[in-house]
């Protein structure tokens, strides 16, 4: 089967720096996406690594491990409009979802 | 970037009625089609895979004859719920690939189906 963990919720201060991670277990893999979602709307496309190693763009970046099948999504220098859910994503014929962790950022 | 449309955004509906939602690419042709189902605070669970001119690949648990899906021509696939009921109410989002050559999903922005 295919499974993806990451936390459910995480709260961090405007203007830190936080890390959501991601592990799966699937039987195909092309590589790691990962998706904003604020409430009622559709998942916007942030990254995608295919291969190992850190990814950047802008204030986000986003890490791959294939060994270990781990990956993260750093977000820097928080703002209050970061508040949304996250979700990491396997691509192999089709995307598959996971949980989402919802990101809480205080003031 | 490429664009895929939905309609309607949202829908209300009686139950037993039955609600036909569109996706469309905007500005290229899409082979394949992905229909999603999502839940309040939950993930996006994927529905059913359809190809252009053939039969949708439903994923496990999901009932074929209650969610028929139509994918007609290469920048049109439709999803019809069938004698919707309350717990069918979710947000449904639809997301399309491109041909040979390109494997990215680009997604609709989503339908907000209510049933009551």
């Known amino acids: 089967g295919q499974s993806l963990e990451q936390p459910s919720e995480v709260t961090a201060v405007e203007g830190a720096i936080v890390q959501i991670n991601c592990t799966y277990q699937?039987?195909?893999?092309?590589?790691l996406s990962w998706y904003q979602q604020h409430d009622g709307g559709a998942p916007t496309f942030l990254s995608y690594?295919?291969?190992?190693g850190l990814e950047e763009t802008g204030r986000f970046s986003s890490f791959l491990s294939r060994s270990d099948s781990y990956g993260y999504l750093l977000l820097q220098e928080l703002q209050m409009k970061d508040s949304a859910s996250y979700f990491c994503?396997?691509?192999?014929?089709?995307?598959?979802f996971g949980k989402g962790t919802r990101l809480h950022i205080l003031p | 970037g490429a664009v895929v449309s939905q309609h309607p955004s949202w829908v209300i509906c009686k139950s037993g009625t039955s609600v036909k939602i569109e996706c469309r690419s905007l500005?290229?042709?899409?082979?394949?089609m992905f229909w999603y189902r999502q839940f309040p605070k939950q993930s996006l669970m994927l529905m059913a895979t359809?190809?252009?001119?053939?039969?949708?690949?439903?994923e496990q648990g999901v009932e074929k004859d209650k969610f028929l899906i139509n994918h007609a021509s290469l920048t049109l696939s439709t999803l019809t719920v069938t004698s919707a009921h309350p717990e069918d109410s979710s947000f449904y989002i639809c997301?399309?690939?491109?041909?040979?050559?390109?494997?990215?999903?680009?997604f609709g922005p989503g339908t907000r189906l209510t049933v009551l």
């Open positions: 994503a396997v691509r192999d014929d089709k995307i598959i």
């Open positions: 699937t039987s195909g893999f092309y590589g």
């Open positions: 997301s399309a690939r491109g041909g040979e050559g390109t494997d990215t999903q680009y």
């Open positions: 500005d290229f042709q899409a082979t394949t």
């Open positions: 690594n295919a291969l190992d």
């Open positions: 359809s190809n252009e001119g053939s039969k949708a690949t439903y």
